[in-house]
Structures are given as structure tokens and as C-alpha cells.
């Protein structure tokens, strides 16, 4: 599929986000901007982090909120309705730690039957670094800051806020070994 899986994604993503939650569209343009700067790390799987990147919010679009939980109803509705690569599907539908919301919200078995996580670590822990280092708006940012505004956007008590105050230190750990990767990666 190559650059045309990045255009596709990014028409899926506009279709569904761009009027009805135009913030989720410019922090996902965003998100898909820091993977796209990734790309040296990935060579031939680049353009799926990227397209990832593009879709992984897609979930909370208003017509596809089924259960609430924007990780499983984005990644049903790629695979339902567009038949989607089933690696981009299974990055969607576990991008930034998805199971340990999921566990929060009774959904976890849901999640890992229909959408296991993928064996390449690194790409899972590249999407969590493109989506902890962008702002709502899709500016950079620091992990550590990006926490902070989702706690405290959500609350520290609500689940989301329970969810990324949980998952904090994994979320840190896995933005190190995105730098580390990096760094051993000659420009
Ligand atoms: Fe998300």
C-alpha cells in the first residue's frame, strides 16, 4: 500500500473528524506529523505508524462511539466498515496502552480477543510516543506535560485520569526507548 495507505488514512480520518471534532482532527494531523518524523526508524513499515497515527482517535467520532471506548470502537470500525490492514487495526486498537483503560472499563478481554497486540514493540511504543509528545491541538509537547493536561482535563478520580496516572510510567518508559532508537539511528 505504501504512501497510498497514508492517504487513505488520512481521508478516513478527515471524513470522520475533521467537522464533528475538529480539535481530535488537528491533534491527530498532529500525532501523524511526529510519525511521519519517525519514518528513519521504520523504513518500510513508516507509512503504517503513519496511517496509525492518522486513525488512532478515530474512535471517538460521535457516529462510531458504540461502547464509549474510543480504542475498540475505532479499531471495529477500520476493520467492519473498510477492512483494514489487520496490523494498522490492532495499533489502533491498542495505542497508548489501550488495555489498561480497557481494564478500567471491564472491556480488557474484548480488546485482546479481537485485537491482539502486535509482536513489533517498537511500533506499538512509536505510536505511544507520536501520541504523548502532541497536544489536543497537535503541537509538540513533553510526555510528562501531556499527562498532566489529560489529568487534569479529565479529573485524577475519573477513568481516564485513573487510566493514564496507571499507565504514567509505562508511557515514559516507552518515549525513552522511541529517543534511544533514535539516537542509535544514523540521519
Ligand atoms: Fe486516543
Redesign the pocket.
Known amino acids: 500500500m505504501g504512501g497510498s495507505m497514508v492517504d487513505w488514512a488520512t481521508r478516513v480520518a478527515e471524513a470522520e473528524l475533521s467537522a464533528a471534532l475538529p480539535r481530535r482532527w488537528a491533534h491527530s494531523l498532529g500525532v501523524a506529523g511526529r510519525a511521519d518524523d519517525l519514518g528513519r526508524i521504520f523504513r518500510e513499515d513508516a507509512s503504517l505508524l503513519v496511517a496509525a497515527a492518522a486513525l ?2 478515530v474512535g ?1 467520532a460521535p457516529r462510531l462511539a458504540a461502547t464509549g471506548f ?2 475498540l470502537d475505532g479499531a471495529r470500525f477500520l476493520r467492519d466498515e473498510h477492512g483494514a490492514d489487520e496490523r494498522l487495526v490492532r495499533l489502533v486498537a491498542n ?2 496502552f489501550a488495555l489498561l483503560e480497557a481494564e478500567e472499563r471491564g472491556l480488557r478481554e474484548a480488546l485482546e480477543t479481537e485485537f491482539p497486540l502486535l509482536e513489533e514493540s517498537l511500533l506499538v511504543d512509536a505510536l505511544v510516543y507520536c ?1 504523548m509528545t502532541t497536544t489536543p491541538d497537535g503541537n509538540a509537547t513533553t510526555a510528562p506535560e501531556r499527562v498532566a493536561e489529560i489529568v487534569s482535563r479529565y479529573g485524577a478520580d475519573s477513568v481516564v485520569g485513573r487510566f493514564v496516572r496507571r499507565a504514567s510510567p509505562e508511557i515514559f518508559a516507552a518515549v525513552e526507548r522511541v529517543d534511544a532508537a533514535l539516537a542509535a539511528q544514523p540521519r
Do not use: I, Q
Open positions: 488512532h482517535d471517538y474510543h480504542p495505542h497508548s501520541d
